[in-house]
């Protein structure tokens, strides 16, 4: 693998950005926005034109490579079991927060992925509007910057010894209504227990300290391999609610990630029993 690969990706997505995505914020025309499964599940030509852009030069840049994209398993599920491959496969969220971004909000970024025989091993979230990139993976480090570019590499922010201490961020978009209330009552558990934003942008809360778990219904590869595999250089620890492990491909169900193992524990006990 490149010595530069980190690098290498993070100015790729940066042009693709540049190119594809920005000059359609805030300038969407008539019909350039549709929805996918309803309302809350929107797709704009930024999202297809960035996905097409990334597939097309990350598989060039890494020749033999698959990509799965959103987009391309919203248009055929089968393109997911590209990741049940050996090899390397590039996972794509073209633009995670779309809704943001169709509403000319600057809380969205494109997510990238390298995922090695199974494994995720790299990962890059690049916030284009807030000009904010993370990048890292467990082999790699951290690294997060200003303007797509990350100068220095990112230690773990400290995080409270006591789970009562903690921060956390709740995915309450797929749970019942509820289910919804029955979580909230948990909140004097914690500090403060918040909404996700997007997964993008949660995971950058994450890496900075300011938040220190987060709990999700949903586990798309998309939506959290990139920021899965940035989070393992600081050894966060993520794991299905039932507790098994999370692998590349496995959207069923939801993901809670915690500081470590102990703190997973602990945090799973009070809020999924």
């Given amino acids: 693998m ?37 309302p809350d599940d929107l797709v704009t030509i930024a999202d297809r034109a960035a996905e097409l852009a990334l597939s097309e030069r990350l598989a060039s840049y890494l020749p033999g490579s ?13 393109v997911m079991r590209r990741l049940q491959q050996r090899g390397p496969v590039w996972v794509i969220d073209p633009i995670d927060g779309t809704q943001a971004f169709a509403g000319g909000e600057p809380d969205f970024t494109l997510m990238v992925a390298l995922v090695e025989d199974g494994r995720a091993t790299a990962g ?30 990112h230690a773990r922010a400290d995080v409270p010894a006591r789970v009562g201490d903690m921060i956390g961020l709740l995915g309450k978009r797929n749970l019942t209504d509820a289910r919804r209330a029955e979580l909230q009552a948990k909140e004097a558990s914690f500090r403060a ?9 949660d995971y950058m809360r994450l890496l900075r300290g300011e938040a220190h778990f987060v709990l999700y219904g949903k586990s798309e590869p998309w939506d959290h391999l990139p ?41 799973k006990g009070i809020l999924l029993g």
Avoid: C, Q
């Fill in 124 to 153: 890059w979230i690049y916030a284009p509007a807030l000009g904010e990139i993370a990048y890292g993976g467990k082999d790699h480090g951290v690294w997060m910057g200003r303007d797509g570019k990350a100068a220095a590499s």
């Fill in 193 to 201: 227990l918040e909404g996700v934003i997007y997964a993008g942008i």
């Fill in 227 to 267: 920021g899965l595999a940035i989070l393992a250089a600081h050894d966060f620890y993520a794991a299905k609610h039932d507790g098994s492990a999370y692998r590349p491909g496995d959207n069923t169900g939801g993901l809670l990630i915690a500081p470590d193992a102990g703190s997973y524990s602990e945090i």
């Fill in 66 to 78: 698959l990509v799965v994209g959103e987009e391309a398993v919203s248009a055929d599920a089968s």
């Fill in 2 to 38: 490149s010595a530069t690969l980190l690098t290498d990706v993070s100015r790729i997505m940066a042009e693709v950005a540049a190119t594809e995505v920005m000059p359609r914020w805030r300038n969407l025309g008539t019909g350039d926005v549709s929805e996918k499964t309803g």
